[in-house]
């Protein structure tokens, strides 16, 4: 989920109104472009999200290095199997009958998704979140 404030929301497996892990805000700026990464680890019970951004670009950069912004507790385990597509920008066609009020406010460039089918801790290691 994407704020007004410039926050980033990730929701696991539950919508996004109760979650508490926020990026800082002011991390994404209108007009220009920012390289983040999220990453979430299953099978850590603390801080395991830990979100990196890089600062603000007047054009897109997959080089661009990202710092650490924070890292929060947020662990409800593995992700279902039960989900649908993915959605980026927007609910999938599944749950478009719900409303428009989780867009993603701008676009979206260069997206890739890691995971892993033989362990919840995913395919990224949390301390390497460079592309």
Avoid at 82 to 107: C, H, K, L, W
């Amino acid at each position: 989920m994407h704020h007004a404030d410039g926050r980033l929301r990730l929701a696991v497996n539950a919508w996004p109104d109760g979650v508490n892990n926020d990026s800082a805000p002011g991390r994404l700026v209108t007009g220009k472009w920012t390289f983040f990464t999220v990453t979430y680890d299953a099978t850590q019970a603390h801080d395991n999200v830990a979100w990196y951004f890089s600062g603000p670009m007047a054009e897109p950069d997959l080089e661009a290095a990202v710092s650490l912004d924070r890292r929060n507790t947020y662990n409800v385990g593995p992700v279902a199997n039960t989900s649908g597509p993915i959605a980026v920008g927007n609910f999938n066609r599944t749950m478009q009958g719900n409303g428009y009020d989780r867009q993603f406010r701008g676009e979206i460039r260069g997206l890739t998704v890691h995971g892993s089918r033989i362990s919840d801790r995913g395919a990224i290691p949390p301390t390497d979140p460079q592309p």
